[in-house]
């Protein structure tokens, strides 16, 4: 979702799931370091948010059907498990929330000041989306919006690894990799949300999150190059000089 207006701001909310592994300190300090503005940092996002009703407001954003955007009142026990999740005693996998409807849902629930200035959201919850020119839904690893969200679990599963690592058996799948994928409470993890939070900041800065050179902005579609450009790589000249400028412009 690319947006032409430019949407800068003076302060970031960065709000990161009880249940995340991270090093939430090191993240904010990372972030605060690069862009010389004031990072806040919360907790679970729904926690902070919560008012009676929430949990079915969530469980209707789930994913029915991989190949259609169609949703449907949740049972009860889909309810009750939104709601466990909320409390933070639960994590559950398997389940796959629609991206942009989920987003729309968090806007709803953002303070005026968290609207207007940058606000991130990180969780383990796994989001899709199915844009118009695809036949199924994508798992994505961060959503550019207001707020933005990025997804641990889908930096670990949405960029794919090679094909033959599907098709080979149990053990011997690590075996016909030459690197080591993402997986989840990577100690890779911090460095690789922390280019994913510079994508958002460079979506809203100048509309365009992505960049084809060696680069900690590159789109990665490929596990391999998650490892390659969002954990190894820093960011290119150009994208040096904007975050610089950015991070000097008086306030
Ligand atoms: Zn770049």
Redo the contacts with the bound molecule.
Sequence with gaps: MNCSIELPFDKIFLYVDEQEDLDRDKLKEIIQQRTSRSVKLKCDFFKEKYSKGLEEDIAWTRVRKKNERKFQKPLPKEVKIESEMIEGGKEIRGIIYDGFRLLRLMRELLTVEEEKEHTLVISKRTVGTLEGNEDRYHVRAVINGIPSLISTTGIVEGPAKPREYYFAYGDQREDVLDFRPMSHSDERMESAVASYILQTIFWRLTGDPF?G?D???YNSHWQREVIEYQVRSG??E??ENILKSFSEKPR
Excluded: A, D, S
């Design positions: 960049c050179r680069c900690r902005l960011l290119c150009k994208h």
